[in-house]
């Protein structure tokens, strides 16, 4: 039992060494991963996602980074890099179905989402009510025969919106000083999205706040 725990731990410590190594290898700089980049490692882990596609949407997200207009730049942070990780991952798993393994049916998906956030609305966290609204007309499609997911995805974007506009306090002081230590020296624009990404993912944990997109499920 310890020798599998010792195999499990080294195989967890190569993914999060892989990655960084990667990251310094697009950059050309030292690069130290900070408490927020390990979060969306573990995020990614938690996912399933493997070291390859991992790396795959990381490259993406600096070929986007370094054609980016006005100005182009350096991934500052591995939160940058999610959407194509998880958009690599995606097309990871569509390709994985002429091998015999069967992707989740829209159906399924949805329903799995309806059952999320009919829980949530269930649960009526105190501290999260002010979301009742958006999952309430979140139910009300995922209970249609046919669903838009951009529809799913604007009250993705509503919920999480509000999340940010809620997120005050001594909880979102302690996280502007973690972030400002974490990611000292970046731009006005580029600390507010990180703290964006960790307030809301916090938020999230906390209230068991389930997304909408029918990409989580």
């Not at 979060?39 to 070291?51: C, F, H, N």
């Not at 949805?110 to 949530?120: P, Q, T």
């Not at 799913?152 to 502007?176: D, K, N, S």
Request: hydrophobic share 40%; with cysteine; proline share 3%.
């Amino acid at each position: 039992m310890a020798g599998k725990k010792a195999t499990l731990d080294a195989q967890r410590s190569r993914y999060f060494q892989d990655i960084a190594a990667a990251l310094f290898r697009l950059r050309g700089a030292p690069f130290v991963l900070s408490s927020g980049d390990m979060v969306t490692i573990s995020s990614w882990e938690q996912a399933g996602i493997p070291l390859g596609v991992v790396q795959e949407g990381i490259r993406r997200a600096h070929e986007k980074a370094r054609q980016a207009r006005p100005a182009p730049g350096r991934l500052s942070s591995l939160s940058f890099c999610d959407r194509e990780v998880k958009r690599a991952f995606q097309e990871h798993r569509d390709r994985r179905v002429g091998r015999g393994k069967r992707p989740a049916a829209r159906s399924e998906k949805a329903g799995r989402a309806k059952e999320a956030v009919r829980a949530f609305l269930e649960a009526s966290a105190a501290g999260a009510g002010y979301l009742h609204g958006v999952y309430d007309r979140a139910l009300t499609l995922l209970s249609r025969k046919s669903i838009r997911e951009e529809d799913l995805e604007r009250l993705e974007a509503e919920a999480e919106r509000l999340i940010l506009e809620h997120a005050g306090g001594p909880e979102r002081l302690e996280a502007e000083q973690r972030m400002r230590a974490d990611f000292s020296g970046r731009s006005a624009d580029q600390f507010d999205e990180i703290l964006a990404v960790d307030l809301i993912r916090r938020a999230r944990e906390k209230y068991q706040i389930p997304h909408l997109s029918l990409f989580y499920y």
